[in-house]
């Protein structure tokens, strides 16, 4: 299966003062596509607050490739990897709609118990009881 893929188009409040993306919107661009796949497996908001969970960013790498400039279309893919700890991988692919990579996030996520405040074991076995199309997730 292709990674979830998402379209954003670059507006102009997102500009650094040299007329391209800012670097910390990458991440905002990075977090919208993250939830869109979410939403996409059947998995929203209010689907993780009544199970008690949540999604906990430990870590986030990003590589520039190129520039995004106002009006420029993006899309941005998710693709998860699940293993056995308590933390599983995010990679995501930002390539502006003329094919160009643009740049790529690598990142380490877990699932947070909200009471307890501690990751859960197995968040794929958690997510896929969670979901009503897990194949979106990987799963």
Not at 31 to 49: P, Q, Y
Not at 81 to 104: K, L, S
Request: with cysteine; net charge negative; hydrophobic share 45%.
């Amino acid at each position: 299966m292709e990674p979830f893929s998402v379209r954003i188009t670059v507006r102009g409040y997102e500009l650094d003062p040299r007329g391209h993306v800012n670097h910390a919107v990458y991440l905002q661009y990075a977090e919208h596509a993250r939830w869109e796949c979410l939403k996409a497996a059947g998995i929203t908001h209010e689907v993780l607050d009544e199970a008690g969970i949540g999604p906990a960013a430990l870590e986030n790498t990003i590589r520039y490739r190129a520039e995004l400039r106002a009006d420029d279309e993006v899309d941005v893919s998710v693709q998860f990897t699940f293993g056995e700890r308590r933390v599983f991988t995010i990679e995501q692919r930002f390539v502006r709609a003329d094919g160009t990579v643009v740049a790529t996030l690598s990142g380490i996520v877990g699932m947070l118990d909200l009471t307890e405040r501690r990751l859960v074991p197995e968040p794929a076995a958690r997510l896929r009881a969670l979901a009503t199309t897990p194949a979106v997730l990987g799963l």
